[in-house]
């Protein structure tokens, strides 16, 4: 079961956009609408900030949005803000209670 | 307010147990699918283990064997027992809870984490 395949790093400067991508099998993130993406600054814990491929969990900024095609869903993030900086996870649903999440990738703001 | 704090972390000798407890507040803990997922340092999120409300259990097969996860809803508690204890479990351990307020197919709460280091 290997992990999902991220990017190592994105960055862009404050009010760019930036999309980080996810790509994973039709087993995974082709065969299901049930991705996840979280937030995680240095020293705490993960943070949910995509579901179900779109879905926005409340409290969640809109410039947060999730997409996906085939094999691969993406993130984006757009007003890029000095508070953006962190490490992004995408998660999937596999089959019979089982997920997988990406490798990671870090978010730079110039 | 939702809340998760893990406990049971620390130094433990390779071919050790351990057992990792994470205590819940702020939700109904019997009516959700409870997690844990572990991250070593430096490196990605893995998840490890799941439980549903009615006790069937879920594991990767890299730990299938050598982890044991269980609930104590009476006690909104969620438990991982882990045998024959590796280097490579080296890790923070977290619990996380998904329920169908949201989506049974993420975990939209994690607790703060514990450490758990395996070395002689």
């Known amino acids: 079961q290997s992990a999902l395949t991220q990017p190592a790093s994105v960055s862009g400067s404050p009010g760019q956009s930036i999309t980080i991508s996810c790509t994973g099998t039709?087993?995974?993130?082709?065969?299901?609408?049930?991705v996840s993406w979280y937030q995680q600054h240095p020293g705490k814990a993960p943070k949910l900030m995509i579901f179900?491929?779109?879905k926005r969990p409340s409290g969640v900024s809109n410039r947060f949005s999730g997409s996906k095609s085939g094999n691969t869903a993406s993130l984006t993030i757009s007003g890029l803000q000095a508070e953006d900086e962190a490490d992004y996870y995408c998660?999937?649903?596999?089959?019979?209670?089982?997920?997988?999440f990406g490798g990671g990738t870090k978010v730079t703001v110039l | 307010e939702v809340q998760l704090v893990e406990s049971g972390g620390g130094l433990v000798q390779p071919g050790g147990s351990l057992r990792l407890s994470c205590a819940a507040s702020?939700?109904?803990?019997?009516?959700?699918?409870m997690h844990w997922v572990r991250q070593a340092t430096g490196k990605g999120l893995e998840w490890v283990s799941t439980?549903?409300?009615?006790?069937?259990?879920y594991y990767p097969d890299s730990v299938k064997g050598r982890f044991t996860v269980s609930r104590e809803n009476a006690k909104n508690s969620l438990y991982l027992h882990i045998n024959s204890l590796r280097a490579e479990d080296t890790a923070v351990y977290y619990c996380a809870r998904a329920t169908g307020s949201s989506s049974w197919y993420t975990f939209d709460y994690w607790g703060q984490g514990t450490l758990v280091t395996v070395s002689s």
């Open positions: 439980i549903v409300p009615a006790g069937d259990t």
């Open positions: 702020g939700f109904t803990f019997s009516s959700c699918d």
């Open positions: 039709s087993s995974d993130v082709g065969g299901f609408n049930y």
């Open positions: 179900d491929v779109t």
């Open positions: 998660s999937s649903y596999r089959s019979t209670n089982t997920w997988l």
